[in-house]
């Protein structure tokens, strides 16, 4: 009998060791139950591969090696990003007047794919930004910043509840939303000094 109940504790210990470990593997998520289903975070989304693209093209773009605009444009257009704003929209069209005229990516992509942003934030500047998001499909957001500053991601549900809140030189956010309702995406830059970025959402 004791040996039956030794065994049983063993299973016990294994099964919470499990599934302690898959929840350790999940990225931030809501904090509270009923609004988001945590999803793990894939090794390499489109987000994160556009908001890597659109640094590697800013930095190029700054140092004046046109040549290096090549690669991160052929992958935001492969990818289908699409600026949000008039800021993106010209900054976009600036990178794609340098890049070498050959191997110039096409203007357009796929109909549907990551939409970003681009803007500056003065020191302990913030801003806030309204997005909706469908019930039952994963939504992702990624923010980065060329000039490598920390910076900080919340997101609030449309029932004023933390979806996530990260503070990063990449900070991202992965969720299922409960229910098609709009967020809020908070972007606060911590630092004592300004900082640009790219807010990727998909």
């Given at each position: 009998m ?7 504790r ?7 060791s ?19 289903q ?7 989304p ?10 590697q ?10 040549a ?8 935001i ?14 900054t ?10 050959d ?23 913030d ?15 990624v ?15 449309g029932?004023?509840?933390a979806?996530?809140q990260h ?23 911590p630092?004592?000094r ?5 807010l990727?959402?998909?």
């Open positions: 004791k040996q039956v109940l030794h065994n049983r063993k299973g016990l210990t294994a099964l919470g499990l599934a302690f470990a898959t929840l350790a593997s999940c990225g931030p998520v809501a904090t509270h139950s009923g609004v988001a945590p999803v793990a975070m894939p090794s390499d489109a987000t994160v591969r556009v908001a890597n693209a659109l640094v093209a800013d930095r190029a773009a700054r140092s004046g090696d046109n290096a605009l090549t690669s991160p444009l052929a992958t257009s492969a990818l289908g990003a699409h600026p949000l704003d008039t800021a993106a929209q010209s976009l069209a600036l990178w794609q007047a340098k890049a070498p005229p191997t110039a990516p096409p203007l357009r992509g796929r109909t549907l794919g990551p939409g970003y942003r681009h803007g500056t934030l003065k020191a302990g500047g801003l806030q930004i309204e997005q909706t998001f469908l019930s039952g499909q994963k939504a992702s957001i923010l980065s910043s060329p000039d490598a500053a920390q910076l900080r991601l919340q997101v609030i549900d029932a004023s509840q979806v996530c503070t990063a030189a990449r900070p991202s956010c992965e969720w299922v939303p409960m229910f098609t309702q709009r967020h809020l995406i908070h972007v606060i830059n630092s004592r300004k900082a640009r970025f790219y990727v959402v998909d």
